[in-house]
């Protein structure tokens, strides 16, 4: 599933590059990094359901607090685990971003865990720059108590 989607993203000549200095400037000043008490409500065990045009897809996903600092994983059937470093909020927003390469080209990925209503989360996880963008539900395991 996932190969499909890189493929397919890859294949239509999308170009997948870092953002110009001026524009990845802008990004830093919109979200700074999350401090683990911002943080606290995402912290934990995460199973993404995911749905985009290629159909869907499961990812699970972990953020936790290492050294005081926020920092997560996310891996599916098709991808293995990838560490995820760059996480900030935007709004009430946790927003994840990482980088993976496939067949030799670097795709970078942001995830957004969205509180909802009675409790509920969404999620989105947007493939190279808007290029493919998975919708969903984001479950959070009960810890063991």
Request: proline share 8%; charged share 15%; no cysteine.
């Amino acid at each position: 599933m996932i190969a499909v989607l890189i493929s397919g993203v890859l294949g239509i000549g999308v170009a997948i590059a870092p953002p110009p200095p001026a524009a990845a400037a802008a990004v830093v000043l919109q979200a700074a990094q999350v401090t683990p008490a911002d943080a606290a409500p995402f912290i934990g065990d995460w199973t993404l359901e995911m749905q985009g045009g290629n159909g869907p897809a499961t990812f699970l996903m972990s953020v936790k607090v290492e050294k005081e600092k926020v920092v997560g994983e996310i891996s599916s059937e098709q991808m293995p685990k990838q560490p995820i470093s760059d996480i900030s909020l935007s709004g009430k927003t946790l927003v994840l971003s990482y980088s993976f390469t496939w067949e030799g080209n670097p795709v970078g990925a942001v995830v957004s865990l969205i509180p909802a209503a009675e409790g509920k989360t969404t999620a989105q996880i947007d493939f190279a720059g808007g290029a493919y963008v998975m919708a969903g539900t984001a479950s959070k395991k009960e810890s063991a108590k």
